[in-house]
């Protein structure tokens, strides 16, 4: 069994800065590759971005490239999003998501991913 749990959301202003933090655990030795995705209200999941295993390769959704940096620690296999310039069609609950390793690096695709967290809300005030 594979838990995935994401922490660090909360209520910031237009402009401010958040740290998403996750934690895959469950399978030792195994290197996950793990991405965010975030679902604003009344619509659907979308991806944010994502890193390969290695953290050598990464992706990032065209609104939060410049804004945003995903970066990892493999062996521990944490993610983190740092969020900077937050702005208020930011405001989402935003989920880790984590995969087993393959030759698709840093994936954007929701279905790949295997084991999900229970998502943070990130709230960005006007």
């Known amino acids: 069994q594979v838990h995935v749990v994401e922490s660090g959301g909360g209520l910031v202003q237009a402009g401010g800065s958040l740290r998403l933090s996750c934690a895959a655990s469950?399978?030792?030795?195994?290197?996950?590759?793990m991405a965010w995705f975030r679902r604003a209200p009344g619509k659907e999941r979308e991806f944010v971005a994502a890193?390969?295993?290695?953290?050598?390769?990464?992706n990032y959704e065209d609104s939060v490239k410049g804004r945003f940096t995903i970066s990892g620690d493999s062996a521990l296999n944490m993610v983190y999003l740092q969020m900077t310039s937050l702005k208020p069609e930011d405001t989402a609950v935003y989920y880790c998501?984590?995969?087993?390793?393959?030759?698709?690096?840093?994936?954007?695709?929701?279905?790949?991913?295997?084991?999900w967290g229970q998502g943070t809300q990130v709230t960005v005030s006007s």
């Open positions: 998501a984590a995969r087993m390793p393959s030759t698709v690096l840093a994936s954007t695709r929701e279905n790949l991913y295997e084991y």
């Open positions: 469950g399978r030792t030795f195994t290197k996950y590759a």
């Open positions: 890193i390969s295993h290695s953290g050598g390769h990464t």
